[in-house]
T-cell receptor, first 115, second 109 residues
């Protein structure tokens, strides 16, 4: 069946521009997560959705970062006024239900480069 | 102190060798643990969960030592296809998983 998909796969933008990253989770998965991974670094948690609500957004690095999820499905991560340090691979994952119990399935990621 | 720590490696081993990775976690409230595998420029994929009693899946064995707060992964009879980065993951009972930075394994012919 279809896995987690993300778009675009690559995004190059200029410093100061806004970008929007999209995640389509596996159908029926209620939990959705955003992470980012910088070169040589581990996965950094950004935000977690259960349904359309975000009970944990503690990982968002600044108020330039926001995310929403609609219809319990698609999620978008928006980065405003991008900075060079925002360059990373942004990974989305989904799981059937409870985090820590149900397997997280990752999408292929969006590679963001801020020039 | 980082919540989940791993030796970054790389571990260079020949085919057929046995190799073990350890991972330590700082949050004693962590309840469940996992090993993920990540190939170069690919997304992480679940390799196996780690149970208190230890568990085995083919050539892979995972162990948990709660007293010392570490998790291990043993790979027997290494294959070339095992070359990847292995991520240790802890779940603390809140909503998120905490990933280590990973241990790189390189298996050579």
């Amino acid at each position: 069946g279809a896995g987690v998909s993300q778009s675009p796969s690559n995004k190059v933008t200029e410093k100061g521009k806004d970008v929007e990253l999209r995640c389509d989770p596996i159908s029926g998965h209620t939990a959705l997560y955003w992470y980012r991974q910088s070169l040589g670094q581990g996965l950094e948690f950004l935000i977690y959705f259960q349904g359309n609500s975000a009970p944990d957004k503690s990982g968002l690095p600044s108020d330039r970062f926001s995310a929403e999820r609609t219809g319990g499905s698609v999620s978008t991560l928006t980065i405003q006024r991008t900075q060079q340090e925002d360059s990373a691979v942004y990974l989305c994952a989904s799981s059937l239900g409870r985090v820590g119990t149900d397997t997280q399935y990752f999408g292929p990621g969006t590679r963001l480069t801020v020039l | 102190r980082k919540e989940v720590e791993q030796d970054p490696g790389p571990f260079n081993v020949p085919e057929g060798a046995t190799v073990a990775f350890n991972c330590t976690y700082s949050n004693s409230a962590s309840q469940s643990f996992f090993w993920y595998r990540q190939d170069c420029r690919k997304e992480p994929k679940l390799l196996m969960s780690v149970y208190s009693s230890g568990n085995e899946d083919g050539r892979f064995t995972a162990q948990l030592n709660r007293a010392s707060q570490y998790i291990s992964l043993l790979i027997r009879d290494s294959k070339l296809s095992d070359s990847a980065t292995y991520l240790c993951v802890a779940h603390s009972g809140y909503s998120t998983l905490t990933f280590g930075k990973g241990t790189m394994l390189l298996v050579s012919p």
